[in-house]
């Protein structure tokens, strides 16, 4: 009986041609994946990764959650080298960015506060959102001014929460414009990393630390299942945040912690991206080349403007977008069409997510069959 509700409800979402449904990671050449550096697909990385495992005399599993038999000596040392890392006092190890979104804002602004969040925020933060007792109210996308704006009606203390690289469109946050505004105004700055980690800064260190802003930011959430190819994540910040979270956000006290062997995995790849700081500059000229084949093919207009590994084609209608992305998927080139309402209706896109390790032939040949299908 309750099934046939479910179904209307999934009926709805095929006659606006946005069922979703889980595909099999296919041959065609990475365009979509998140590995932004190919440490996923690094095999030196692995075989690393495999003797650190079989030196290894620690159990596989945590068995419990970090505040019962689930904490070890090597979590607490990789946090250390992790907060290190991020310039940071502390670091406090998740299973995944959407459990440290869900734990910073369900339990440090209080009923009596107010979160203000960027328009563009990722569904975990809004998530996070719907489990504070604060009332949050959104800004428009990267726009200090309409933050100024918002702040006049804001009660008790204030967390503005944004992003420093979103994921749909590729944008880069104006971190110093936010960390003046919430300096000025007493506010706590939240940031969320999850596009920039590994790939920006000092050894991948992010945004924040590249602007030279770690002082000025209150948490940071840094995530390990994009550019760091594996899983996880971290909350950044003051040792008394990290104390609090370990004392108050349930989404970390009651799950089981990430095994030993994760532990392992995560410091053996941080100790290779620092042995290999080659990895983001090659990103960054592989950037730099899609950018100037799209001006050589006059396809700017097509896409939206974007110096990330992010870039967004836009197709308006998501009968569209699925079209171009099947012709794309067909010619061998793997890339998700982005459907609303996930985005916007009339914006809705294909991203393609740029690595370091695509070829100029591979994104000149993808360049090409877009000038093909969008003249058709
Ligand atoms: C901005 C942002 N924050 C958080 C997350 C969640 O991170 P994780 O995949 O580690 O749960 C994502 C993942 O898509 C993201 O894009």
Redesign the pocket.
């Given at each position: 009986m309750y099934d046939r509700n479910l179904k209307d409800k999934l009926d709805d979402k095929k006659t606006e041609n946005s069922l979703r449904k889980l595909p099999f990671y296919s041959d065609g050449i990475d365009f979509s994946s998140n590995d932004y550096l190919g440490l996923a697909r690094n095999f030196s990385l692995k075989k690393s990764i495999i003797s650190a495992l079989e030196n290894d005399q620690e159990k596989l599993g945590s068995t419990g959650s970090r505040l019962l038999t689930g904490n070890s000596k090597k979590t607490e040392k990789l946090e250390e080298s992790l907060a290190t890392l991020f310039k940071s006092e502390a670091a406090l190890i998740f299973n995944?960015?959407?459990?440290a979104?869900l734990s910073v804002l369900s339990s440090v602004p209080t009923r009596h506060d107010t979160i203000l969040y960027d328009a563009d925020c990722?569904a975990?933060?809004k998530d996070g959102l719907r489990l504070s007792l604060a009332k949050h109210y959104s800004f428009q996308h990267n726009h200090p001014e309409d933050l100024l704006k918002k702040l006049a009606n804001c009660t008790g203390n204030v967390f503005v929460v944004v992003?420093s690289l979103y994921?749909m469109d590729g944008s880069i946050a104006p971190l110093k414009d936010f960390a003046t505004i919430c300096k000025a105004h007493g506010c706590a700055l939240i940031v969320?990393e999850?596009?920039s980690t590994g790939i920006y800064g000092l050894n991948g260190s992010g945004l924040v630390c590249e602007n030279h802003l770690e002082e000025e930011v209150f948490a940071r959430?840094m995530?390990?299942?994009?550019g760091i190819g594996f899983?996880?994540?971290c909350v950044v910040g003051s040792e008394v945040l990290k104390q609090y979270l370990i004392n108050f956000a349930r989404p970390f006290i009651y799950t089981t912690a990430t095994s030993p062997a994760d532990i392992l995995h995560l410091t053996t790849i941080f100790d290779h991206l620092k042995e290999h700081p080659e990895y983001a500059p090659r990103l960054f000229d592989v950037i730099e080349f899609f950018r100037k084949k799209l001006n050589e093919l006059s396809l700017n207009g097509h896409f939206l403007d974007s110096k990330s590994a992010i870039q967004a084609l836009i197709v308006s209608g998501n009968h569209e977008v699925k079209h171009i992305s099947s012709k794309l998927n067909e010619a061998g080139f793997h890339v998700f069409p982005i459907l609303s309402p996930t985005v916007e209706k009339g914006k809705e896109r294909i991203r393609i997510c740029l690595h370091e390790f695509n070829t100029e032939k591979e994104i000149t040949d993808l360049l090409h069959h877009i000038v093909t299908i969008i003249h058709e």
């Open positions: 995944s960015g959407y459990t979104n990722h975990s933060i992003e994921s969320d999850a596009h959430i995530t390990f299942g994009k899983q996880g994540a």
